[in-house]
């Protein structure tokens, strides 16, 4: 017999504060500004070109992709002009059209559309199609190859492949500041830790994000990376490095509490973080690629629905 | 606002900043100045990031630019991409079309062309070692340049 349920829900507890999806979104949205304004500044027309090229075929993809599978249309709440706008500042600023149009497509279709839409998929679809990409077209999302024609005022060289190819010495010279304030070479909106720092502590202050992912996950960041520090200062760098250096501020404010792929219980936020964190220095310190977040989110989304178990229990 | 004035909102942004996105990479396209600035060389033991701005200028190393770009000397025609004479793979009798722009073909027979990769090499540890500069030569030292 076919089953009835039309619609599955997870368990208590919820949490509502009276809004709606596109309010959720549009505050999202709002707390990037800070970062688009940020890669407008450093990394001029060309990023303004990927981000609303970014956006605007997230829109158009979502609305053709449910238009055809025959579902309700809801590009008005928001969340496609999210997820593009997320892959976007993710890329380089010189990424071409069709890397762009190929990985917002991703991120609707594979991403979110086939596993029902907004609030269905696992993963967050934007780090998802970044890694399908960069899996696909490592080249180009290679930072020092894809931004080779920028003259920069600042160390003209990716931090985190500089630590990975040559040591920690390569990068000592790099002051934290700059790192902060977006003097470095990475992606269109991740990197100035300031806009970052300033677009998290609004969706948390607006009660769209919840603390405890972004804290636990810098806080996973910061604690791993210490334990190699204090064990081999020569060969790894230091917290304060990695937390302000690539994707890591992004992935703990704007990646990782992803609604539907992150938990919702207080325990398995801080669990689901701290992994995040912890991983993405294993993968940094020990692993293959230079910047970790990326797989690292996926991974604690993967996660997800089993630490979010760990709740209290009926007593029967 | 209504989800229909939502939808309607949305698909006139997405339109617009279409339009944006078409003006800036058909008006401003991303392209290589005359005098590079960084160059990456994807070799088969990783990449190796150049700074072309860093060695040439005047706040940097300084070097001129026949320092390097080395054929023919004190002659400005020398100012012509590298792999324009030093090709990927170089093929038994055949001469790159940039050499033939200035010599016969029976003037260059017998000349012994490095292809890119070790004119590059070449260049990168000779001026190293002689000025005692920057990252060191020899096969412990790969490191030091390549990004495996």
Known sequence: MLSSKQFIVSHAPFWHNGTAVHYRNYNWLLA???????????????????ICLAVSSA??????????????????????????????????????????????????????????????NPFNPAALSWAI????????????????????NFTPYHPLVALKAFGPQAVAQIPLLDLFLGKQVGGIGTTCGLALVTGGIWLIARGIVRWEIPVSFLAGVLVSSLIFYVAAPAKFAGPGF??????????????????????????????YGATGGIMTILIRNIGAYPDGVIFAVLVINLINPLIDKIRPQRVN | MTSKKHRTVA????????????????????????????????????KVLFNHELHSSDTGFGLSCLDCHHHPPDDDQALMACSQCHPQK????????????????????????????????????????QFGKGPPSGSDNCSKCHVM
């Open chain 1, 242 to 271: 990695h937390i302000l250096a690539g994707y890591t501020l992004f992935g703990a404010f704007f990646l990782a509490p992803e609604d539907s792929s992150s938990p919702v219980n207080f325990v398995p936020m801080l669990i």
């Open chain 1, 59 to 120: 829109i158009l993809w979502e609305g053709l992709i449910t238009k055809l599978s025959g579902r309700q249309v809801n590009v008005g709440d928001g969340n496609a002009a999210l997820v593009g706008l997320i892959f976007g500042l993710l890329l380089p600023a010189t990424a071409p059209w069709w890397l762009v149009l190929s990985g917002t497509l991703i991120a609707i279709l594979i991403g979110q559309q086939v596993f029902g839409g907004i609030g269905g």
């Open chain 2, 11 to 46: 698909y006139a942004v997405a339109v617009h900043l279409l339009l944006v996105a078409i003006v800036c990479y058909a008006a401003f396209p991303v392209t290589q100045p005359e005098k590079p600035i960084r160059l990456v060389y994807w070799t088969n033991a990783g």
């Open chain 1, 133 to 152: 990409i960069f899996l696909s077209w490592k080249t180009f999302l290679d930072f020092d190859s894809m931004l080779a024609n920028y003259s920069f």
């Open chain 2, 90 to 129: 170089v093929k038994d009798g055949v001469t790159p079309k940039a050499c033939l722009d200035c010599h016969d073909a029976d003037e260059i027979e017998g000349t012994e062309l490095p292809n890119k990769s070790d004119a590059f090499h070449g260049q990168c540890t000779g001026c190293h070692e």
């Open chain 1, 32 to 50: 990037l500004a800070p970062a688009v304004a940020a890669g407008l500044t450093y990394f001029g027309v060309p990023a303004l070109g990927v």
